[in-house]
């Protein structure tokens, strides 16, 4: 057992260090105040090898792994730890992954390379206004006309990067998930490459809007509407049918670059709090650190992030042992229970470190300008939602766990 990174990860995640802490670390609270991710910033990145960084080069990635990319992501919210960066950083490398393993040869070729080169976006479009949880529920439908297009109807929405792909970049793209057969269940539910943007054009019948969101400001969350909307049979992702499976692949794969989210804004939160402990001075000009009520709960979060990140460590490789390597025996579906372990600790942990940092700075974090509160409106997001809510991890490991004849969703 090795616990420690080989030394090309050390340098891959020293690298990612070195230019985000120049690109990144210095914009992101003004980022979060304008709400929006510089296009620049974007293209830098792409051009830097941050994005499809485990899909092969043949197809514009970067030919590396799952573990790489957790550790870039963690570099991401570390220099952005109100994570909206790190969003837009984790969706672009798990789910086009997705893409690479089951899509269209030439809808791979028109996609694949641009989101490599920071050019593109492709995300996941999956949560409907009658509930995220259940995706065997979802009710949006795609039939075949008489030409053999699928018209997509239905409604998508807290979706992730929808201004950044319709209006910021030359490709806005998402892993949609509709309905082909009117049957209830999993079982009628088709995946598809779904471009609601080709440098701004956009297909008949789509629309979309752009919701308030409480944090993580600088990428948005949003809404896409279908009314008809014609998509190509050739951007069917896998075969008809096999969407919900393909879709339960697809966020396996993103919680474990979302717990590395996670870990890093915990780690900033970590710093920055001790920081100010150190800095502090009240009673006689004693550091507030000196005082176990600050000190102790730094201490604790210190060790809660050292054991979430070993598990964040662990998914990520279990991830390569099966997409990588392609370890005999091994299966997507063993992922599972190793991808909701990591979320359910790396987002508790990184909610507990933007709360001691809170209270560690007291009334100044209270205010715009200590920027700290940026930190804890990003990281509730995971709490709240995202890649499957945090009941909805427990669920996952009780099952793979106990047995699902004994644990039901
Ligand atoms: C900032 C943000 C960005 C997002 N980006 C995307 C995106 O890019 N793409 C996308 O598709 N979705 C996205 N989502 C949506 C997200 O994935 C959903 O929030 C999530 O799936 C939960 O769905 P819901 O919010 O409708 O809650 P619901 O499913 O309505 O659940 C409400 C509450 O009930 C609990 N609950 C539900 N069912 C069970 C059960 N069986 N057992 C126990 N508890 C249960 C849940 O844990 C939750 O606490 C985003 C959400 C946020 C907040």
């Excluded at 054009?201 to 969101?213: A, D, Q």
């Excluded at 800095?279 to 650190?289: N, Q, T, V, Y």
């Excluded at 359910?344 to 990184?350: C, K, M, N």
């Excluded at 200590?370 to 990003?378: K, Q, T, Y």
């Amino acid at each position: 057992m090795d616990f420690e990174l080989s030394q090309d990860e050390k340098l891959f995640k020293q690298s990612v260090h070195e230019f985000l802490s120049k690109e990144l670390a210095p914009i992101w609270s003004d980022m979060d105040a304008k709400k929006m991710i510089p296009t620049d910033l974007i293209h830098r990145m792409g051009e830097q090898g941050l994005f499809a960084i485990p899909v092969p080069e043949q197809y514009g990635g970067q030919g590396g792994s799952f573990l790489l990319a957790a550790l870039a992501v963690e570099e991401v919210a570390y220099n952005d730890p109100a994570v909206a960066t790190a969003v837009f950083t984790l969706l672009n490398n798990a789910w086009p992954y997705i893409l690479y393993l089951y899509g269209n040869e030439e809808v791979k070729q028109e996609i694949l390379p641009l989101v490599g080169r920071g050019r593109a976006f492709f995300g996941i479009a999956s949560t409907e206004p009658t509930g995220g949880s259940d995706v065997a529920g979802e009710r949006t439908s795609a039939v075949k006309d008489a030409n053999g297009i699928y018209r997509v109807s239905g409604e998508k929405v807290y979706i992730s990067g929808v201004r950044e792909a319709i209006e910021q970049l030359d490709l806005g793209s998402w892993y949609l998930i509709a309905r082909t057969s009117p049957e209830p269940g999993h079982r009628a539910l088709t995946g598809f490459a779904f471009i609601g943007n080709y440098r701004g054009k956009r297909p008949e019948g789509f629309e979309y809007s752009i919701l308030n969101t409480i944090g993580r400001h600088a990428i948005s969350t949003g809404t896409l509407k279908f009314n008809g909307t014609p998509v190509e049979s050739r951007y069917v992702i896998g075969q008809e049918g096999r969407g919900f499976y393909i879709a339960m692949e697809g966020f396996s794969l993103a919680r474990v670059l979302v717990s590395a989210a996670n870990i890093g804004a915990a780690q900033w939160a970590l710093e920055t709090a001790i920081s100010y402990a150190r800095e502090r001075k009240l009673f006689g000009d004693k550091p507030i650190a000196s005082y176990q009520g600050v000190s102790f709960p730094i201490a604790e979060v210190a060790s809660k992030l050292e054991a979430a990140r070993l598990l964040v460590y662990k998914a990520a490789q279990v991830a390569d042992r099966i997409y990588i390597k392609k370890e005999a025996g091994l299966r997507p579906h063993d992922l599972d229970y190793w991808a909701s372990a990591a979320k359910i600790e790396a987002v508790e942990t990184a909610l507990n470190a933007a709360e001691v940092l809170m209270k560690t700075y007291g009334a100044l974090a209270y205010t715009e300008e200590a920027n700290v509160f940026r930190n804890l409106l990003g990281v509730l997001s995971y709490f709240v939602g995202a890649e499957g809510t945090q009941n909805i991890m427990r669920y996952i490991v009780a099952r793979e766990l106990i047995g699902k004849d004994y644990v039901k969703g």
